[in-house]
C-alpha cells in the first residue's frame, strides 16, 4: 500500500508523482498505455512568453498567474531533472517571432500585443529587414509579399517533451516510484465517503486491485467516465492535434515561428529536427493522422521555408489534448471523496502548466496551504459541470 496513487502516466501524473515522492510520499502510478498514446509524448513543448522578473508577483488572473508559476519552475525542474537522472529535457529560451502573413493572423497578433502589454511580456515589433537577419532561411520573397507584421519575443522557451517524459520517469523510477504501465482502472469502491480500492484490469498484471491512503485522476481526456465513477461530472473532450517533423540541417531556424497567435508554429530543435503543428479537431479518441491536415502543415512549411518544399517528412503523428467546457484545467480535491484530487483538462497548455499543477496539487494532498489559490480550478467553479459546449 503506498500513501498515494495517481492514475494516469502523462506529463500531468508523472509531474505530481514526482513532486510527491520528492516530500518523501510513496507513489504508485497507474497508466493504460504506451506514453505515445496520450496527449503528453505528441505535444509541441512551447511555453509561451511571459514576464521576465522572477522576482516581481504574478500578474493577471488566475490562469495566467498559473501559467507564469509554471513557467518560473521549468528552469528548476529542467535543472533538478538533469541532476538526477542525466537526462536534457531540452528547457531552452530560444525565443520566438509571431508574424502575421492574413488579416486575420495580423488581428490575432494585436489581440494578443494587448495581453503582452498588460502582463509586461518582452516583444518589439521588427521590420521585414529585421526578419531576414534574425532567420536568413524564411522565404523572403513570400514574406515581402505577404508580411503584415512581425514581433520579436525573446523569452519564449521549449523543452523535447519526449526528453522531458523521459527524464521525469527516470526520476520518479529512482525515488521509489512505482509505475505500472498497460493497466487500465476499471472503478472504485467506497467507505464512509473515502476510496479504498482501485480495481484494475490488464493482461501482464497478477492483481486485480490496487490501495493507497489518497488518489489522484490525471487521466488527461479519458478522465471524465473515471471522474463519474467518484461522482463527480467533469466534462473532458479529447481535442485531436496533428504534428509534422523534418530534418534539416541544424541553425536553419532558430527561433520558435508562431504564425498569428501561435496556432501554427514551427519549431526548430537544436539537432536540426523541425517540428510543424499543430491541428484542433473534434473527431473523438481518434489518434490518427489525415492526409488532408498533413498537407496543409506540409504548405504552412513550404510557403516560410522553400528548401521543405520538395522534402518528405520524416515523421507525423497525432495526440489528444484534454478539453474543458471553459478552457480550463480542473485542478484539486474531488469534492464528494474525502481522499481523492483531481488534475485534468489542461487543453493547449498541459506541458506549460504541468510544474504549477504538480505543486499545487502535492501541497493539497500533503495537507499544506498552496502558493497559487485553487478555488479558481476547483471542480465545484461555476458553470463547469453544467456547460454543454466544450472550448475549441
Ligand atoms: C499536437 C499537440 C501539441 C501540443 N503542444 C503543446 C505545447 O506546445 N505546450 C503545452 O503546454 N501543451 C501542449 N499540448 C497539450 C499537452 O500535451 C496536454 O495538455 C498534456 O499533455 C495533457 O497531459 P495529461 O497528463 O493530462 O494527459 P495525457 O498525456 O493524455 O495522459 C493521460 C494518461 O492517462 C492514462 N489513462 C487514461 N485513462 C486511464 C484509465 N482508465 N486507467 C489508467 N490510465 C488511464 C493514459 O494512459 C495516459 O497515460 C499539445 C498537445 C498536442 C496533442
Redo the contacts with the bound molecule.
Keep these: 500500500m503506498h500513501d498515494c496513487c495517481i492514475?494516469?502516466?502523462?506529463?500531468?501524473?508523472?509531474s505530481i508523482a514526482w513532486e510527491l515522492a520528492r516530500r518523501g510520499r510513496t507513489v504508485s502510478v497507474?497508466?493504460?498505455?504506451a506514453?505515445r498514446?496520450?496527449?503528453?509524448?505528441?505535444?509541441?513543448?512551447?511555453?509561451p512568453a511571459q514576464p521576465q522578473d522572477t522576482l516581481t508577483k504574478l500578474r493577471g488572473t488566475p490562469i495566467e498567474r498559473l501559467t507564469q508559476y509554471s513557467d518560473r519552475l521549468h528552469r528548476q525542474w529542467a535543472e533538478s531533472l538533469l541532476e538526477e537522472t542525466g537526462i536534457n529535457n531540452g528547457f531552452h529560451r530560444c525565443g520566438s517571432l509571431a508574424i502575421a502573413i492574413t488579416e486575420e493572423t495580423n488581428s490575432d497578433i494585436l489581440t494578443s500585443v494587448e495581453k503582452w502589454k498588460r502582463l509586461q511580456v518582452k516583444h518589439e515589433p521588427i521590420s521585414l529587414k529585421d526578419l531576414r537577419q534574425l532567420e536568413p532561411a524564411l522565404n523572403s520573397g513570400f514574406m515581402a509579399d505577404h508580411l503584415r507584421s512581425a514581433y520579436y519575443l525573446p523569452n519564449e522557451t521549449q523543452v523535447r517533451?519526449p526528453r522531458h517524459l523521459k527524464a521525469l520517469r527516470e526520476a520518479c523510477l529512482r525515488r521509489g516510484v512505482e509505475i505500472v504501465d498497460d493497466?487500465?482502472?476499471?472503478n472504485f469502491t467506497f467507505d464512509s465517503g473515502r476510496i479504498v480500492t482501485m480495481n484494475?484490469e490488464g493482461r501482464n498484471v497478477a492483481r486485480c486491485s490496487m490501495h493507497a491512503a489518497q488518489f489522484c485522476i490525471?487521466?488527461?481526456?479519458?478522465?471524465e467516465?473515471?471522474l463519474q465513477k467518484l461522482n463527480l461530472n467533469v466534462p473532458t473532450r479529447p481535442?485531436?492535434?496533428?504534428?509534422l517533423l523534418h530534418k534539416t540541417d541544424p541553425g536553419l531556424l532558430r527561433h520558435i515561428i508562431n504564425i498569428g497567435s501561435g496556432l501554427d508554429y514551427i519549431i526548430p530543435r537544436d539537432d536540426g529536427h523541425l517540428l510543424v503543428?499543430?491541428t484542433i479537431e473534434d473527431v473523438g479518441f481518434d489518434v490518427s493522422t489525415t492526409p488532408l491536415s498533413l498537407d496543409r502543415l506540409s504548405t504552412i512549411a513550404g510557403e516560410l521555408f522553400p528548401d521543405l518544399m520538395s522534402r518528405q517528412p520524416k515523421d507525423f503523428w497525432?495526440?489528444?489534448?484534454?478539453g474543458s467546457p471553459d478552457g480550463l484545467p480542473t485542478i484539486g480535491p474531488v469534492p464528494a471523496v474525502d481522499n481523492a484530487w483531481l488534475?485534468?483538462g489542461?487543453?493547449?497548455?498541459?506541458?506549460?502548466?504541468?510544474t504549477g499543477t504538480a505543486h499545487l496539487i502535492a501541497d493539497s494532498m500533503c495537507g499544506i496551504s498552496t502558493e497559487l489559490q485553487m478555488d479558481f480550478f476547483s471542480a465545484e467553479r461555476a458553470g463547469l459541470a453544467e456547460s454543454t459546449s466544450l472550448v475549441s
Excluded: E, K, M, N
Design positions: 492514475v494516469g502516466g502523462g506529463v500531468i501524473g508523472l497507474v497508466s493504460c498505455d506514453l498514446h496520450g496527449a503528453s509524448w505528441a505535444a509541441a513543448g512551447i511555453f517533451p493497466v487500465r482502472v476499471q484494475i490525471a487521466a488527461g481526456a479519458w478522465s467516465d473515471l481535442w485531436r492535434g496533428q504534428i503543428g499543430s497525432a495526440g489528444l489534448r484534454p488534475a485534468t489542461h487543453y493547449r497548455s498541459g506541458f506549460h502548466l504541468s
